[in-house]
């Protein structure tokens, strides 16, 4: 099986500065794609940030200049660097990734259980 498991979330005042982590586990073969959505209470859960197995980037527009997204192959984590928050950022923030595993003929996507992200203004 494969877990996936977020962990840096906080509570932080406007301005500051939080990262995250998610570190995969468990029967894995491959990653390919790894992101992070967001879900702030009453919206729909959105693409914050991706990165693909050889490194390229994406991100939304409303994070892009103080997010930086990162993966380390080797320990199978996607980090989220988050810089200048803003009260707009508060949500819960979910990775997913795109995982083969042993086995498998196919990769699948796996969540994480998520961590909270409040920014105070």
């Known amino acids: 099986q494969v877990q996936l498991v977020e962990s840096g979330g906080d509570l932080v005042q406007a301005g500051g500065s939080l990262r995250l982590s998610c570190a995969a586990s468990g029967s894995i073969r491959r990653i390919n794609a790894m992101d992070w959505y967001r879900q702030a209470p009453g919206k729909q859960r959105e693409l914050v940030a991706g990165?693909?197995?050889?490194?390229?980037?994406n991100y939304a527009d409303s994070v892009k200049g103080r997010f930086t997204i990162s993966r380390d192959n080797a320990k199978n984590t996607v980090y989220l660097q988050m810089n200048s928050l803003k009260p707009e950022d508060t949500a819960v923030y979910y990775c997913?990734?795109?995982?083969?595993?042993?086995?498998?003929?196919?990769?699948?996507?796996?969540w994480g259980q998520g961590t909270q992200v409040t920014v105070s203004s």
């Open positions: 990165i693909t197995s050889g490194g390229n980037t």
């Open positions: 997913n990734a795109d995982i083969l595993q042993f086995g498998a003929l196919l990769s699948r996507g796996y």
